[in-house]
């Protein structure tokens, strides 16, 4: 399957600071990355699909400005939290797409804490 | 929107018990796929089913796919504490590369 890095695994800031999360596929050109929220013991939440070289498409009552997501190449998607907030504070997730299979393999995550 | 309803949302079993989870979705799926989460870990992709009925094993782990393709189950005989963690399902649709998780089901064992 594909490996898939996310950087960083963990993140302490303040509240009003933003925070750029990185998904690196690092075998496998995926021309689409999603990106899923998880709070705690709840399920798999899909923010935004990434695709790259256009625009991401969110899902329904994801704030398209308040999560930035960036798909410049075929390797690399990042989500910026922007001017986060304690309620942002969660598990974000990201998955490589493969199409062919119809699979997704996921980064080990990132744990936002938003003081 | 689509659901993807897990039950139990919990199990708590002694180890060598078996354990079965189930799995029923809103909508016909094109296929789905099961995912095992450890505690503070990421989703690890299991298997997935893509024909009406289908049942495929891995080890002590036998998944099935409903006939009408809306249901599905994973069944771990004799579980091990390796199988610690929260396992989920995943429906897509036809056409359609997102999927939608179920809500999970958190296996805890009691050694």
């Known amino acids: 399957g594909a490996v898939v890095s996310q950087h960083p695994s963990w993140v302490i800031c303040k509240s009003g600071t933003s925070v750029k999360i990185e998904c690196r596929s690092l075998?496998?050109?995926?021309?689409?990355m999603f990106w899923y929220r998880q709070f705690p013991k709840q399920s798999l939440m899909l923010m935004a699909t990434?695709?790259?070289?256009?625009?991401?498409?969110?899902e329904q009552g994801v704030e398209k400005d308040k999560f930035l997501i960036n798909h410049a190449s075929l390797t690399l998607s990042t989500l910026t939290v922007t001017s986060a907030h304690p309620e942002d504070s969660s598990f974000y997730i990201c998955?490589?797409?493969?199409?062919?299979?119809?699979?997704?393999?996921f980064g080990a995550g990132t744990r936002l804490s938003v003081l | 929107g689509q659901q993807v309803m897990q039950i139990p949302q919990y199990q708590h079993v002694q180890e060598g018990e078996d354990f079965t989870t189930y799995c029923n979705s809103s909508?016909?799926?094109?296929?789905i796929q099961w995912y095992k989460q450890r505690p503070g870990g990421h989703p690890v992709f299991l298997i997935q089913?893509?024909?009406?009925?289908e049942v495929k094993k891995q080890k002590r782990l036998t998944f099935q796919f409903g006939e009408a393709k809306k249901n599905s189950s994973l069944h771990i005989t004799a579980t091990q504490t390796t199988d610690v963690g929260t396992y989920f399902c995943?429906?897509?649709?036809?056409?359609?590369?997102?999927?939608?998780f179920g809500t999970g089901t958190r296996l805890t064992i009691i050694p």
């Open positions: 990434s695709n790259e070289g256009s625009k991401a498409t969110y």
């Open positions: 909508t016909t799926l094109s296929n």
């Open positions: 998955s490589v797409g493969v199409l062919a299979k119809n699979i997704q393999y």
């Open positions: 995943a429906g897509s649709n036809f056409g359609n590369e997102k999927l939608t």
């Open positions: 089913l893509v024909k009406s009925g």
């Open positions: 075998d496998f050109q995926a021309t689409t």
